[in-house]
């Protein structure tokens, strides 16, 4: 089937089976090898993306599911404001996580931001879908407040400046 | 491929893959159910020229990746010998159509039954010291404790690719590798292709153990056969794998009147699976872990490795240390268990403050070691959970208290054995060039934060403030081997004869006509024992274990490490955390959400080597994981991974046994 969607900014026509995986759709059609892995739903966590600004573990969404949707990787996310961001937040709480998932995490990160989750219960839930144990339950609380009070105070600069 | 010069020294910049997709082959491999079988019938379908099947037959040269002196098959010819063995490859103009094409390939297989293959092992390692007492006149108090490790195969679901292209002469090939030079040597060997016109671009990766060690050079073998075979440039998507060995450690002690240890045996048993890698290796690691760190007047320690169709072990951060250390702390507790008193009070009581020098490991200062010990015990008020546990335990007798706290202490090694390093000769060079730069022409390229900060200290010892003027060269034809970049030791030994080097090149730089060059080695690091210790470590460990499914959880881990230089803190915590968290989850622990490590992380300030940061803290999680499962789940909770239904037998055994 053909589907039409939009990734990373790039709007596409893609050729292919209505059941294949973002995460292998992304690997074969958009060469991200790199920052997507595909555990075929083994829940490994590594895989997220930004479907429609929302957080998704790509494994899990089939081909028919982006149809006319914005999909938006790490690759083309690690350049935007909102990553700066989070960064800053990084650097502000003095932990960040491991380069395995450094991807997948600042893209939880980015949608708990984005919605201005402050719930501690809430933040670890979410974030509990990547498996990987580097950062503390504590930091990632802090990075998520602090992302959202630096996000704050970037939007309140703009809408002065505007 | 571009070739400049740069301060008079040729650099090989080798363009990465440029080609597009719908030209290349996308291949798919058959691995093996099982192992100790025949193929009796590998059927194929009738296959247009869109496909290709690289079965062990196909390959132009040698079916074999060598390592280290031991070989293993590249693909299954007739006999399988382990689950997991690549057996074919069928490349197709895109993974959807390789999958369903490989539907169609019909595989019977017979058992082998009694036939396995013959494995060279190597003899078993003896160590020891003292003459050992019989206790004939039944003068010391005997006891015995068993250590088990069960093996651990598995996929890590981590999806990664190999593509092999031909660009005029050369043969590029890009994959994750933590040692280029195998790959190159394992294309050359498979199709005959000069190793001088293999080129390899590393892929950033990120190895919890080892699996980017021998996988890649596999798959990079077969890549190269079906380029060589279709023209067009060829790729293989895989799963990761890896696997523990099964470990066995009997020992048996003879204590004073004052349930002091006074002689001891230590016979380890390893299973490395269907071929053995480094077994003698193995067998140094794991002996200098095996060696107790309290005073013995006499001492015997074995090392057996043997082999089973299981996969082929990967060294898993380790190659053995960790698995022995865990396995005497283990034993450690144990022996204070006897002597009625905590595990942390009874070690104070026996360990001396020197250790014993060895031929293994040295006699250190035992401070540092106790100074950590003391910070987790302090942090985790061990002794007072650890007696409230075991009085707990005796009240609660019919399920058991079901909580438990552990401890472990130990000193870290650095990368490979003097034995090993000897034997082998991997080098680097570094060059002082005539624009004031300095060129590094090794094949450890690892992480670039690595190489940032060796960057750093190189330009500190000779270009001070200039980090940009040193240059690791591009990998091509001319790098030089440093060797695999494993049991973290490119970080650990290397670092150490970079540092030698750069103080070296400092004073000859002066005296001698630029470009001035140096070539350096693992003899920098030559020491009287096999290994040389260094950073400490303590781990205590909580467990609890559900009442109702029985599942064991860790609640929180204490720890304490002492480095003789710190390069990057966050770096350093990062690395072990992920090593006490693969540990622990490795060994069946559920993780629940309010879990915390609680790390103390010191620097001693000398100028020491840098131990391998995680095979330290994997053999104290481990070391501590056990004792505190031994408290929670009782006698017959020896052997780890452990999973909810084994606690349950453990605890039927017990009532049955009672």
Avoid at chain 2, 408 to 430: C, D, R, V
Wanted: with cysteine; glycine share 6%.
């Amino acid at each position: 089937m053909k589907i039409d969607c939009t990734i990373d900014g790039k709007t596409l026509t893609l050729s292919l089976n209505s059941d294949k995986p973002l995460s292998l759709i992304l690997r074969d059609n958009t060469g991200d090898n790199d920052t997507v892995n595909h555990c075929n739903g083994a829940m490994c966590g590594l895989c997220t993306v930004l479907v429609d600004g929302k957080v998704m573990l790509s494994c899990m969404v089939p081909a028919f599911e982006i149809r006319g949707k914005n999909v938006t990787t790490f690759e083309s996310f690690r350049k935007s404001k909102n990553m700066k961001d989070i960064e800053k937040a990084y650097e502000s709480v003095g932990s960040y996580p491991c380069p395995e998932c450094y991807a997948s995490r600042s893209l939880i990160f980015e949608s708990l931001i984005d919605e201005g989750i402050t719930n501690p219960e809430e933040i670890l839930k979410e974030l509990s879908i990547v498996k990987c144990p580097c950062m503390d339950p504590e930091d990632e609380i802090m990075i998520v407040r602090r992302g959202i009070e630096i996000r704050r105070k970037r939007n309140v600069r703009r809408s002065q400046f505007a | 491929m571009h070739c400049t010069f740069r301060d008079g020294i040729l650099l090989f910049m080798a363009d990465r893959k440029n080609f597009s997709r719908y030209n290349m082959r996308c291949g798919i491999l058959l691995h093996a159910k099982k192992g100790n079988e025949r193929i009796s019938e590998l059927k194929l379908p009738n296959l247009d020229s869109r496909y290709l099947v690289i079965t062990g037959r196909d390959l132009p040269g040698n079916n074999t990746i060598q390592f280290f002196g031991r070989s293993m098959p590249l693909i299954a010819k007739e006999t399988i010998s382990f689950p997991e063995q690549v057996i074919l490859a069928l490349f197709a103009p895109d993974y959807e159509s390789a999958e369903l094409m490989m539907r169609e390939i019909g595989l019977t297989t017979e058992a082998l039954g009694e036939e396995a293959e013959e494995q060279d092992l190597p003899d078993t390692l003896e160590y020891g010291w003292g003459e050992m007492d019989e206790n004939t006149d039944g003068k010391y108090r005997e006891t015995e404790t068993d250590f088990s490790l069960t093996r651990i195969a598995r996929r890590n679901n981590k999806l990664f690719t190999v593509t092999a292209w031909m660009d005029g002469a050369n043969m590029h090939i890009e994959a994750p590798t933590q040692w280029t030079d195998l790959i190159r040597d394992t294309v050359e060997r498979a199709t005959g292709y000069p190793k001088r016109n293999i080129i390899v671009h590393v892929l950033p990766y990120t190895s919890k153990h080892d699996e980017f060690l021998i996988a890649p050079a596999v798959f990079a073998a077969i890549a190269a056969t079906a380029t060589i075979k279709t023209g067009l440039p060829s790729e293989i998507r895989d799963e990761g794998f890896f696997s523990r060995p099964a470990v066995n450690v009997k020992r048996r002690v003879l204590l004073d009147e004052d349930s002091k240890p006074v002689f001891e045996t230590a016979e380890m048993t390893v299973d490395q699976g269907a071929f053995a890698f480094l077994p003698e290796e193995y067998q140094r690691q794991a002996m200098t872990g095996l060696i107790p760190p309290y005073p013995l007047k006499g001492f015997r320690g074995s090392v057996k490795i043997t082999s089973s169709p299981k996969p082929t072990a990967s060294f898993c951060g380790s190659l053995g240390y960790s698995e022995a250390l865990a396995s005497t702390e283990y034993h450690i507790s144990r022996l204070a268990e006897i002597a009625g008193t905590t595990p942390y009070l009874y070690r104070m009581m026996i360990e001396k403050e020197k250790r014993k020098f060895t031929d293994y490991i040295p006699g250190f200062d035992m401070d540092e070691q106790k100074k950590c010990l003391e910070s987790v015990v302090r942090a985790s008020s061990f002794d007072r959970k650890w007696s409230a546990n075991t009085f707990q335990k005796e009240e609660f007798g019919l399920l058991g208290y079901l909580k438990g706290i552990g401890i472990a202490s130990g000193a870290g090694i650095s990368g490979f054995s003097t034995t090993l390093s000897k034997e082998t000769g991997f080098y680097a060079m570094m060059t002082f060039t005539q624009k004031q730069n300095i060129t590094i022409n090794t094949s450890a390229m690892t992480h670039q934060k690595t190489m940032k900060l060796w960057k750093k200290r190189i330009s500190d010892k000779i270009i001070p403030g200039r980090p940009e003027g040193v240059l690791f060269l591009d990998q091509g034809p001319d790098t030089l081997d440093t060797g695999p970049d494993v049991l973290s030791r490119l970080v650990s030994s290397f670092t150490l004869q970079l540092d030698n080097a750069a103080k070296r090149l400092n004073v000859i730089k002066d005296t001698e006509k630029l470009p001035v060059s140096l070539k350096f080695d693992a003899e920098n690091t030559y020491y009287p024992c096999e290994f040389e210790n260094s950073g400490y470590g303590a781990i205590a460990c909580e467990v609890r274990i559900d009442k109702l499914s029985m599942i064991p959880s860790v609640y929180n881990i204490w720890g304490a490490f002492t480095f003789p230089t710190i390069m990057d803190r966050s770096s350093l915590e990062n690395s072990l955390r992920r090593t006490i968290m693969m540990t622990l989850r490795e060994n069946g622990m559920n993780i629940p959400l309010s879990f915390r490590i609680h790390l103390d992380i010191s620097e001693d300030g000398t100028d020491d080597t840098i131990s391998s940061v995680q095979q330290l803290a994997r053999g104290l999680t481990l070391g501590a994981l056990s004792n505190a499962m031994k408290q929670a789940a009782g006698r017959h909770a020896s052997s780890l991974p452990i999973t909810a239904e084994e606690i349950n037998q453990a605890f039927r055994e017990e009532k049955h046994e009672d």
